[in-house]
């Protein structure tokens, strides 16, 4: 056969037995995702992934929480969003997304994060000072920290999300002093905390009252006339840090020999503290407060001791944000003085606080609140202790001392004894003649005098005076004056110095005369300096007059 024939025979077998057109070619699938795992949060969110395909395609998710869109598209590169709704189970959970396409299948795992669960059944417990296991139950959904912030709780069984009961070992408590530790529980951002409030020794002793007869206005009648022994022992850090020497029994004798028959110690305490964790006062300064408090006590001197500005921890915080752990401070020092003293006569006195106050303007009734929590912790924690200290007077203050607020706003604390309980108040009017320190200031007070301020005179205090006996001495609650002074001014003619000193002690005989008259008792202050813008009276280290027209004018109001 010729070569063309055989050519031409080979063309039609081709095409009739198996060829075909380029037109007519067979496509082959191809498939890719762009990721082949998606992390969401537990809160649910959506997501964004791409398909690339040649072909038509479609997509299903295994898991009714987690949802696509599309379910189908065709040849290309598509955008496929998948969404999650919230995971409230406490398991992390997982979706697989399929994609076919053709005989072609891939797929996408899509694991959400787990809720996490930490709760506490109890979290605050009250232990006795024995000790002893506490069990703190709870839900939980995964393994937790553990963290115990003192070192007499400690952890008896071991953590794990098995666990939904916890075992912790606490001490004895040897002390009288209250404590309180936490124990902080953490899963993932959840934290949780058990307060473990542990009781001291019971401090408590039988009442007696021997010794303390007398009510708050027979013992009251009893305070001829005060003096302070200011700016010493309320020191913080040493009562000499601020310039004057140790309080000595030579100095209390000497305010005894002029006419005093009462002191008030102002006293510091937070300063002295072994911590500020468990408010323990250090055992050499309660030992030095007595060293001060029996040289007035032996002197048959009735004697106020209280808790000065003492840093500001509870006199500069009546407000709500401080008042739970001021109050729990408040008790835990009171408990500890009047324990220390629980065994002094009626010659000793408490007084809960001092000048509290938030700023000098008018208190809200939140100031007032709390103000007057802080005087009732203070009543409650004496009366607690038992002993002499069931009957002691105690002394407790309006707000900021101000006579006026006590007036208007001040309620007297709930005593579980009655008729114990002494108003004090303070008397610096008119500021701008007693302790105004700038160069405006004026040197003379009262009538018969020039250089007086437009206020505070002599009708002044005997209104206020008068208001005090009309609210609450006429109603046997005996009130003191527990600070008032007039400083004394320098930098004068010899002239002009002795008509100010003139008149300084007349306003000092003036104060004592109309209390005396409406049958208040007055402590006057003295911070100790006895020179000008001072209001010092004696030699610190000697007990000498050294203003003995100041000492006679007032002591002679009661001769």
């Known amino acids: 056969m010729k070569l063309h024939h055989i050519l031409f025979s080979i063309w039609i077998g081709v095409m009739f037995f198996g060829g075909c057109s380029k037109d007519e070619t067979t496509t082959i699938p191809e498939l890719v995702l762009s990721v082949d795992r998606f992390d969401l949060s537990k809160a649910g969110e959506s997501k964004t992934f791409h398909i690339k395909s040649n072909v038509d395609w479609s997509i299903e998710s295994s898991e009714t929480w987690c949802t696509v869109m599309p379910l189908s598209g065709f040849a290309g590169t598509n955008a496929i969003t998948i969404t999650s709704s919230e995971n409230t189970s406490y398991e992390t959970r997982e979706s697989v997304v399929t994609v076919k396409a053709g005989d072609l299948s891939k797929t996408l795992t899509v694991s959400q994060n787990q809720d996490y669960l930490l709760a506490l059944n109890q979290a605050s417990f009250n232990i006795l000072s024995d000790g002893g296991d506490v069990d703190v139950s709870m839900q939980i959904s995964d393994d937790f920290n553990v963290e115990i912030d003192v070192d007499w709780i400690s952890q008896k069984s071991l953590k794990s999300v098995a666990d939904s009961i916890l075992t912790f070992k606490v001490e004895a408590n040897n002390t009288t002093l209250s404590r309180q530790g936490n124990i902080t529980f953490t899963l993932n951002d959840i934290t949780e905390t058990a307060v473990i409030k542990q009781s001291g020794i019971d401090i408590s002793i039988p009442a007696d009252e ?13 305070m001829i006339v005060g003096w302070n022994i200011g700016n010493s022992m309320e020191v913080p850090g040493g009562e000499t840090l601020w310039g004057n020497p140790v309080v000595s029994k030579q100095l209390i004798d000497g305010i005894k020999d002029a006419g005093f028959n009462a002191i008030r110690i102002p006293c510091a305490w937070d300063s002295y503290l072994e911590d500020q964790t468990n408010y323990k006062i250090k055992d050499e300064w309660l030992a030095r407060v ?71 303007n008018t208190p809200s009734n939140e100031n007032i609140e709390v103000q007057e929590s802080y005087v009732q912790t203070f009543v409650d ?44 108040v303070h008397y610096y009017d008119p500021y701008d003649f007693t302790i105004k320190t700038d160069d405006v200031f004026n040197t ?116």
Request: charged content about 25%; some cysteine.
């Open 210 to 222: 021997t010794g303390v007869e007398s009510d708050a206005m027979t013992l009251a009648s009893k």
């Open 290 to 360: 007595k060293e001060v408090v029996d040289y007035c006590v032996d002197n048959q001197m009735y004697t106020i001791l209280n808790i000065h500005w003492d840093g500001g921890w509870l006199e500069e915080h009546p407000m709500y944000e401080y008042q739970d752990e001021v109050n729990r401070k408040q008790e835990i020092l009171w408990k500890q003085i009047a324990v220390y003293f629980r065994d002094y006569d009626e010659h000793l006195l408490f007084a809960g606080t001092n000048e509290v106050r938030k700023d000098y």
């Open 381 to 424: 924690a004496v009366r607690a202790t038992g002993g002499k200290n069931a009957y002691r007077n105690l002394v407790v203050q309006t707000y900021n001392t101000v006579i006026d607020h006590g007036i208007n706003l001040n309620t007297m604390p709930v005593d579980v004894v009655d008729n114990r309980l002494i108003l004090e």
């Open 444 to 559: 003379q007070w009262g009538q018969g005098y020039a250089d007086v301020s437009n206020w505070g005179q002599e009708d002044y205090l005997e209104a206020q005076f008068q208001k005090l006996k009309t609210k609450y001495i006429d109603n046997d609650i005996p009130v003191i004056i527990g600070e008032y002074s007039a400083m004394l001014r320098g930098d004068m003619s010899e002239e002009a110095q002795a008509l100010h000193e003139e008149s300084r002690n007349y306003y000092h005989k003036k104060i004592n005369e109309v209390a005396k008259a409406k049958g208040i008792t007055t402590f006057y202050w003295d911070n100790g300096y006895t020179t000008k813008n001072a209001s010092g009276l004696f030699n610190r280290a000697t007990g000498e007059p050294v203003h003995t027209d100041a000492i006679e004018a007032i002591v002679n109001v009661y001769k």
